[in-house]
């Protein structure tokens, strides 16, 4: 791996293992990994990288770093290199050992609890580092400081000698190494694409930082590996018009507003849309605070009392008023694409995901901030003024159709005491933990579905054709769809809290699991993203909470003589055929059934394959990034063709198409 360079860096002033606060030891990391990472999937293998990376984030905040590879190895190990400071080697007089064996072994161990050191950081809790070592089967720290080049390495987190010195260097910075430990994790393979979307995600909001990715695992014919480079100019002005790429906007510039109140850097970037959903992503030291907190509900605060004091004042209202339709804190938001990021130096994050932000503080000094700004911009803008009112205007009397059609699916349902949709073959079994609805493509595969499935606890709801793409529709439009009421009615949710007047209430919901079950053709991909476009922008709850999966039939049926074998793809195709022919020396009598609709299997052979828990595969739904996932709706279904093509062009190579 090459150097890195460090100039245009501030010059590190005295940061030595004086800097380096002990808070507590790391014996439970290893006993209970999910309580440091989350869990010992996916999700926590991942999150191990992010937190080497958030170290070297750390160092650029400070304005000691520029530049962080990260680079997945062919054995699935990570590196992480950046050109920062590097962590200090010197000796620790309390804990009697080198700072870098103190930052790698104990928990809650780093300069970031030094005042001095980090005015923000991103972790916070300080058991980055030390829990990927703990979690590690071997981790190599390389330190590169003050000339010379430095090298520790651990086993199970435990050092395997202390730290030496290798050689002379002219770079400087740290390299982190490690390999997760395979008796802690379910799996052991990096995504390339979800370590990918995070540093674009971590550019973007820390403009002028290079972050790069190199895959050795993908080695193309010249001999170059995948990798990525990320680097933004211009920082959230650049990340709203990536997110907005597939919605039209109403406004030529995004609103872009940055100031610092009582030590805390506040950025915000906001732009409306001619879409009907609200898009605000908050974030606290680079962190997703998913959950929102006290930095977003000030800037929502801001956001409804300047522009209603700026519509009163315009007379823009008058229209709204002649028709009795009051306007509310939602229609200021429909349509916007905001990203708010503030920089708090002691943030208090609310549960054990720091997804939501406790700081009462900061409520009120973004709502002044962002109230101020915001305030002066409309004064300085009437055009665009005008536009964003026009649009609330139009969110309002949208609000009020949709809030009479959504009263009217709710009379009419299980949650009004009505009755189920007719097209529903339900369950016999009440205890909706164990009970499940297929939504399924068509009468057809639902006549299968309906024969093939345990009516004790399998519902069936056919759709018909493809249902009404909510991601271009007016929300009355929506709640008017009989395909839509039938799935709401026949879940038994209803929408409104006392919280949250557009959030779903699922203290009624009928089925633990909601299986979405379509064809394995082109036109069947389309339905299922029109329906998972459905409950992320109106059921977000319901894959969050975990109910969402995905059906996965089989794509062939292979027979030769007494042998057959379902199989899921053309390449496990090429596998069986090749086994039931000796490699192609005897074909006689092989029968390939490709199947491209469920209505072409018999009912046993669908429960068989697709409905049986004991032999299905399911696919569950996830959020694992929230931006990136709107985004990607937004453009997939949204009226801009241009960011969509190009999608399409850049993913092509993962599509089957059916000729």
Not at 40 to 67: F, K, M, T
Not at 357 to 381: A, F, P, S
Not at 495 to 520: H, P
Not at 617 to 625: A, F, G, K, M
Request: with cysteine; aromatic share 8%.
């Amino acid at each position: 791996m090459s150097d890195l360079e460090n100039k245009d860096l501030q010059q590190p002033e005295e940061y030595t293992a004086e800097n380096i606060q002990v808070l507590e030891g790391l014996e439970a990391v290893r006993k209970r990994p999910a309580m440091y990472i989350g869990d010992v999937s996916e999700r926590g293998l991942h999150h191990l990288v992010y937190e080497v990376v958030d170290n070297s984030i750390d160092e650029a905040l400070a304005g000691h770093c520029n530049h962080i590879v990260v680079t997945i190895h062919k054995d699935n190990s990570i590196s992480v290199l950046d050109n920062g400071r590097g962590i200090p080697t010197d000796f620790h007089e309390k804990e009697k050992r080198s700072a870098l064996e103190v930052v790698l072994t104990v928990l809650h161990a780093g300069g970031k609890f030094d005042k001095d050191s980090y005015k923000v950081s991103g972790g916070l809790h300080g058991v980055g580092v030390s829990c990927v070592n703990a979690l590690s089967e071997h981790l190599r720290a390389e330190v590169f400081r003050n000339g010379i080049h430095y090298m520790q390495e651990f086993k199970y987190g435990k050092p395997v000698y202390p730290v030496k010195e290798i050689g002379q260097t002219d770079q400087r910075g740290t390299l982190v190494w490690f390999k997760p430990d395979p008796e802690i994790f379910i799996t052991l393979e990096y995504k390339f694409s979800t370590l990918s979307t995070r540093l674009k995600e971590l550019a973007f909001l820390n403009r002028g930082i290079t972050l790069e990715i190199i895959d050795e695992r993908d080695e193309k014919e010249n001999g170059e590996f995948l990798k990525d480079q990320y680097y933004s100019e211009e920082g959230l002005k650049d990340f709203i018009s990536y997110l907005d790429g597939g919605r039209e906007k109403i406004m030529e510039h995004p609103i872009y507003m940055e100031g610092e109140k009582e030590n805390v850097p506040v950025e915000v970037v906001m732009q409306y849309n001619t879409s009907f959903t609200e898009n605000i992503h908050s974030y606290v030291n680079n962190i997703n605070t998913i959950e929102g907190g006290t930095h977003l509900a000030g800037f929502r605060r801001a956001l409804t009392r300047t522009l209603k004091k700026y519509a009163d004042e315009s007379k823009m209202l008058e229209k709204l008023e002649k028709q009795k339709i009051e306007i509310s804190g939602d229609d200021f938001r429909e349509g916007l694409t905001a990203i708010i990021s503030v920089k708090v130096a002691e943030p208090q994050f609310e549960g054990q995901t720091k997804t939501k932000l406790g700081n009462n503080e900061v409520m009120g000094i973004v709502d002044q901030m962002v109230g101020e700004m915001l305030r002066n911009y409309l004064e300085e803008n009437p055009k665009d003024a005008k536009e964003i009112v026009n649009k609330v205007i139009l969110a309002a009397t949208a609000r009020h159709a949709a809030r009479k059609a959504r009263e009217l699916v709710q009379r009419k349902n299980v949650f009004g005491g009505g009755g189920l949709p007719g097209k529903l073959w339900d369950c016999s079994s009440k205890k909706s933990e164990e009970c499940e609805l297929y939504l399924v493509e068509g009468d057809s595969a639902g006549g299968t579905a309906k024969q093939g499935r345990d009516s004790k606890f399998q519902a069936i709801l056919p759709l018909r054709g493809k249902i009404l793409n909510v991601e271009k529709a007016i929300p009355h439009k929506v709640f008017d769809s009989e395909e839509i009421k039938n799935i709401y009615t026949a879940l038994g949710v209803s929408i409104g809290t006392e919280e949250d007047s557009k959030a779903l209430n699922l203290e009624k919901l009928r089925y633990g699991k909601i299986i979405i079950m379509t064809d394995a053709d082109v036109d069947g991909s389309h339905i299922a993203t029109l329906i998972l476009t459905f409950f992320f922008r109106y059921m977000k709850e319901l894959i969050e909470f975990g109910h969402v999966y995905i059906a996965t039939p089989p794509l062939y049926l292979i027979k030769k003589g007494k042998q057959e074998q379902y199989v899921w793809s053309d390449k496990e195709r090429e596998t069986v055929t090749a086994e039931f022919t000796n490699n192609g020396t005897n074909i006689a009598g092989l029968h390939v059934q490709r199947y491209k609709g469920l209505g072409e299997m018999n009912e046993t052979q669908l429960w068989d394959t697709t409905m049986n828990p004991e032999t299905r595969t399911l696919r569950q739904v996830t959020i694992d990034n929230l931006t990136e996932a709107d985004r990607v709706f937004a453009m997939l279904m949204g009226d801009e063709v241009p960011p969509r093509r190009e999608f399409i062009e850049k993913n092509a190579h993962y599509a089957k198409i059916d000729i």
